[in-house]
């Protein structure tokens, strides 16, 4: 809430124009009124505040804008961060970091450790992509993006424009959508000076299409690079367009002469120079000229003079170029030196001595330099030839550095004059829906199963997909895992497959002292079909019944089958030994993760056609489930009609489900009878529901009439979409117990074997509640 007083504040003190005089700090009183309509911030729970910076052009330079905004953000909260899904532009003299991770946390005394402020390298990511590993780096981007952003107020992050990775607009639409941060649109008008207001319209209504397809939310726009002589009429003519279209435009940063030229410490990155005489402050100055001496040491002096005259006979301002040389040229360095120290000038940026191995001056002629070295021009050399050395200088691409201070404070200056950054912050503070995407509610459910480890018993330990999932969960600290076999068996098959399982127990089942214990809990759980104990011992004879036992007997906390197995199989003893003392009704859901939001889908699995008190029953435990998983339940009792639109037996039949909801849980969000699209889509909501819904549009918990439509419905939205579908995920035991399709993915078999984690876990909770609130009573 700390942010949104301040953006309160800023609001109210916005003028009229686009663009801004330099923002002063303002207090915080009159932001009552904003903060009552930005509810958005609690719907984060706490997590930090993003914006996601992308350049659509494909272009570099984004750097004054990076800068504006950490300093604009850093003026109002005490913890602000950048971070890179793809660290670009490695540093040789900063130890290979991102060229902006290292010049953001310098310039702003940032105390990340730097190799947390971004996701993955350029080079991985390109080869992530060259060979189709896109998910793979999403979520390698998205779980560090995720441990950094923790205590964080604001987090500035910039999408990549590294080359060679394809569409690059859809990338950055992804990485923002995943990580949840608006992005601010940057136009880069370097290459098209002639460029109209139309023309930068249409390109950033295009770019903003893009972006929404890969449900990114579009903050606004900012242009970089503009032409001065047109700053002021395109920036006009832009604002007036993208208002009429509802997108903010923030203003734009001219073409600037001290931004777009080189410096000398560029020059010097560039040729991997070292440092041998002169201060290394002294580094960061502009270049105007670069002059190569190849000729005596007196004519070279009177061409560098002439050339300074020339300059200010032109009245432009006396120059100081940087020089570059072959090693050896002692007469060279003695002469400027003295030209420097004496103030008789010409005066030059310094002097690059390039190739060779040999010493730039010997012994005798350094005691004489080192002697004045503090009142020296900096002295540079390079294993890089002369030659070479000129072709580089040329093409040196002007950039900011983490040395370049007075290209940083530039920076900053131009942004506060020509950015208004309070319609940044308008927009952040407009109400936001929270999401929950599918890489968000997968973290989630990690955390979660990281916060106490459950012991969860995977049966099917012949199969490659179970040993390689089992591997992987103990890897990743999800769970402690049993795997149900010949210990030596066991260990030669996952040899075979190259797949490590030393962190994994192994049971031999069929060879096991639990065996008699087991024997006489399921003796007396089925005592009613007067199951005797030779029975018994049969029954545990099968894999599926012995970790069922496991779990009944609390020597494990939960069990993951079905890969080898029908869904019969490894449900029956779970409905046969696990049912609760209240004979709660059974009933089961799938996560749908669909590309930019998880919904909940119940019962797609088991019951045929259940009655209204059990369809109640199974929308509320499964809004419960929902909950367990962090994601707040608004449920859509489904049906063919919306409200009172259609009649029948069906509807009659959801109609009472929903009022038994209603009335046994008031805490719950439900409406019924309600379509599908209605339920999901605020827009078609909005016309078939009046009065406004908590649920209508924004359902997440999807409850279907019967096991036709719901088992149907699922399965087509998955084959339609591409989405994961996790589950079935069974609810009503007293202890869990999932089933696995046989067609199931390692990840499938993860993935359920972390929610059965979560849900072993909330059960213990509730258990260890209920004593409390009964002494409480």
Known sequence: MRRLQWAACRLLKAEASLLSRPVVAEPAAAASGLLQAASFASARSGAADSIFCTNVSGLKGNSPILIGLLEYFSRHMPNVGFYQPIGADPLPHHHNLPKHVAMLRQAFSLQDDPRRMYGVSEEEA????????????????????QDYRQGKDMVIVEGPTVDGIGNLVELNGRFAAELDAPVLMIMDMHRDEEVTAGELYNRAMISKQDLQAEHADVLGVVLNKVPKHEHAVIGSALAKKLAAAGLPYAGGIPADPTIGSARLNEVVQALNARMLYGSEEDLDCDISDVLVCAEEVGPFLERLDRKIQERVQRG?????????????????????????????????????????T????????????????DQFIPVLDTPTGLFEACRVVSSVNPGILPESTSKIQHAKDLFSKHVDANVIASQLALPKQAKMTPKAFIHKIHEICRSDLQHIVLPESADRRVLAAAAEIVKKGLARVTL????????????????????????????????????????EARKAK??????????????????????????????VSGAMCTTANTIRPALQVLKTPQKTLVSSIFFMCLPDKVLVYG????????????????????????????????????????GT????????????????????????????????????????????????SEVAGKANVCIFPDLNTGNNTYKAVQQSTGAIAIGPLMQGLAKPVNDLSRGCTVADIVNTVACTAVQALGQKRKAAEQPATAAAA
């Open 126 to 145: 390109q080869s992530l992509l060259a060979s189709g590993r896109t998910e793979e780096l999403m979520d390698k981007v998205f779980s560090k993006y």
């Open 603 to 642: 019962d797609c699995a088991v019951n045929v056609e259940p009655k209204p008190e059990e369809l109640a029953q199974i929308a509320t435990v499964s809004s419960d489930t929902a909950a367990s998983f962090g994601i707040t339940p608004r449920v859509a009792m489904l049906s063919y009609s919306t």
């Open 645 to 692: 639109s259609g009649f029948g037996p069906q509807v009659d039949k959801v109609k009472e489900a929903t009022r038994i909801v209603k009335e046994q849980r008031p805490d719950l969000f439900v409406e019924g009878p309600i379509q599908y699209d209605a339920a999901v889509d605020p827009a078609i909501a909005a016309q078939k529901i009046k009065g406004g």
């Open 484 to 523: 149900l076999g010949k210990p030596a068996e066991v260990a030669a098959t996952a040899e075979k497959f190259n797949i490590d399982i030393s962190a994994c127990d192994v049971l031999d089942f069929l060879d096991c002292p639990q065996v008699d214990k087991y024997a006489d809990q399921l003796v």
């Open 316 to 356: 432009e301002p006396p120059s100081r170029p940087l020089i570059l040389t072959s090693k050896g040229r002692i007469d060279l360095l003695l002469s400027l030196t003295a030209l420097h120290l004496t103030g008789m000038g010409p005066h030059v940026s310094g002097i690059i001595a390039a190739g060779g």
């Open 358 to 373: 040999e010493r730039v001056i010997g012994p005798v002629a350094e005691r004489v330099v080192m002697h004045y070295n």
């Open 530 to 559: 007067q199951l005797t104990r030779e029975g018994a011992i049969d029954l545990l004879q099968d894999l599926n019944m012995f970790g069922t036992m496991m779990v009944r007997s609390g020597d494990a906390d939960g069990m």
